[in-house]
């Protein structure tokens, strides 16, 4: 949730206000650390702006009951190729915080193409540009979309076990199969799976951590969770362990990870801290820390060993999950491979033309550390998913896993 401070007079950026305009409440203009956003609270309506050092971009507006402020108003950007390529690369070189760990020099990429846009530049054109200068970033918290082109691009690190196509997903969730005592069980709009590895050792495959329910709202999403794991820890005093597989799992709501977390642990940990990049002109700046914290559940929990099988296509709140489950003790075994490396959420924002375009700008810390770019790493690396293991039909990290937990 990012940080508001209220500003005095605006000018010369986004908006004007007379000098006479009174400030009653919470009536004002109203600037987040980091974020790069400005709020005009007025009397009956609130207005949201997205700012960088060389534009103002008006968001959102929406009906409020405060009480009656000065006169505002409010200028953009022309819609020009120009103003649209400055104000992505001048959005990304004022939030984005990890250019370093990529090893991206961003202003000489930016100077490198800038020079091939001017007033002839197509749409296409345009799009090809920008997208190409985040594509190297290989982030899938960056993306583009321009649907009057109908054209789309967002970023992805892949490696050999990477299953890019539904059939081959479909191929990677069957191999368990082979080791399951019967069929999973689906809960959460078939999200959240649930079923035995033999007789004393629970499997709990989590494909996503969001459409939880039917009409996606997040409380009844929650609510289908709890009840889900209600019927899976049901009988959980009786295992000798649990295996949690998010090897397949493209994220959601954080607040999910968090949630699975306090069903396996008896005593209170800090799971991570989330801060977001507070200065525009230095990227190792940050605001203050949000800890989420992890709350043993009364309800059905699981305390004794587990083993979470993690890979490249664990992403996002399949990350921080997998982060949540860093300081539980006893310790939870990953086993799999390294991560994706992405934990921000989407910092969504709107060129001059109205192409829609999301970054990263927060870390999520657990012990002094984040994972973003590297990906959290396996305890134990082994691989299920890239051609020879999966032409075994069998599930060569819920072996292994299967091996750990014996031996605990």
């Known amino acids: 949730m990012p940080h ?28 987040t650390e980091g974020y790069g956003l400005v709020f005009d609270v007025g009397a009956d309506t609130v207005a949201s702006f997205e700012v960088t050092k060389v534009s103002c971009i008006p968001s959102l507006r929406a009906p409020t009951t405060a009480p009656p402020p000065g006169a505002l108003a409010a200028f953009t950007l022309p819609d020009a190729p120009l103003s649209n390529f400055d104000v992505s690369a001048q959005t990304w070189a004022e939030q984005y915080p990890f250019f370093r760990e990529k090893n991206v020099d961003w202003a000489a990429v930016v100077a490198t193409n800038r020079s091939r846009v001017s007033d002839a530049t197509t749409p296409e054109q345009l799009f090809d ?17 321009a649907r009057s082109i109908n054209r789309r691009f967002g970023g992805v690190r892949r490696s050999p076990s990477f299953l890019a196509t539904a059939a081959e997903r479909n191929e990677g969730y069957a191999l368990v199969s082979a080791h399951l005592t019967g069929a999973l069980q689906r809960f959460c709009e078939g999200q959240v799976e649930f079923g035995m590895l033999g ?5 709990l495959r989590i494909r996503s951590l969001n459409r939880y329910s039917k009409d996606g709202a997040f409380e009844a999403g929650l609510a289908a969770l709890e009840a889900a794991l209600d019927t899976a820890f049901a009988n959980a005093r009786t295992w000798k362990g649990l295996v949690i597989d998010v090897r397949l799992n493209g994220g959601g709501a954080d607040p999910y990870g968090i949630a699975i977390a306090r069903r396996l642990t008896a005593t209170p940990y800090t799971a991570y801290t989330k801060q977001a990049r507070s200065d525009p002109a230095d990227a190792t700046r940050w605001t203050a820390e949000q800890p989420s914290a992890v709350q043993p559940s009364p309800r059905p929990s699981f305390l004794g060993p587990v083993v979470e099988l993690i890979g490249i296509q664990s992403v996002s709140a399949a990350e921080t999950f997998t982060q949540a489950l860093m300081n539980r003790k006893p310790k939870v075994i990953r086993v799999g491979e390294t991560t994706q490396g992405v934990f921000s959420d989407v910092l969504g924002r709107t060129l001059p033309n109205g192409w829609p375009f999301g970054l990263a700008n927060e870390r999520f810390v657990t012990n002094g550390r984040s994972y973003d770019n590297t990906g959290i790493a396996p305890d134990v690396a082994v691989e299920s998913f890239t051609p020879a293991p999966r032409a075994t039909g069998r599930d060569a990290a819920v072996e292994r896993a299967l091996a750990i937990l014996k031996d605990a």
């Open 4 to 31: 508001f401070r209220l500003l005095g007079v605006v000018t010369g950026i986004c908006v004007s206000i007379p000098a006479h305009a009174q400030r009653p409440s919470a009536i004002g203009l109203w600037a």
């Open 129 to 145: 540009i920008l997208s190409g200068m985040i594509s190297p970033l290989q982030d899938a918290h960056s993306y583009i979309g």
């Open 199 to 203: 007789s004393d050792v629970g499997y």
